[in-house]
């Protein structure tokens, strides 16, 4: 076995070990066996989470603990992400709107993406309101790319019937992006800020 092989078993395994304390941590609905396969999972598919010569191994059972404590699934609701020698736990914009509804405050979230093509307005000062009608053509799936995104937009529903609203650029985002420490060696970002740019941007 290659020493990149016996390092993604080693922590495989330290993952595994973490099976009683994730039962104590996740909510009733949320399966601990199939938390830790999904966990187990996203590290054999980036190999540099399990090479101790990258990443130190303790931050990765960490994050894979945050996840857990927070009630958020890996790979859907939270990213495991390196930052430079350590992983970090990140949640997106699913993991965000579950935290945000579990305070009690809010009714529902609705984060959306506009892309070209559709019918979209908003509007601040005395009377803000956001008008969002997407384009249903055929063709509209072929749009449906980071490059033909217009803005992002969240709508939050409070429980007293009030709401609001915040809309981003698709500029305002990558200025976001360019403060990320989750970056390789030669400073290039990483992460699901290249894989799942749109969901970032939905956070």
Known sequence: MTTQGKALVTVQ???QSLVPRVTEMLPKYMDADRFIRVARLIVSQHPELADPRQTDQLSVLASVMDAARLGLELGREAHLVRYKQECKMLPDYRG??????ETG???VIEPRVVY?????????????HVTH???LSPDRADRADNANVLAFYVVAFFKDGTATFLVRTP???NHI???TRSRDKSG???GPWITDWQSMGMK
């Open 116 to 128: 070209k093509g559709d019918a979209f307005e908003y509007e601040e000062g005395t009377n803000p």
């Open 177 to 179: 992006m360019q403060k």
């Open 96 to 101: 965000y709107q579950k935290l945000a509804l």
């Open 171 to 173: 500029e305002q985002i």
């Open 13 to 15: 395994e330290r993952i």
């Open 133 to 135: 009608r997407p384009d």
């Open 188 to 190: 290039k970002i990483v």
């Open 105 to 107: 405050a809010l009714r």
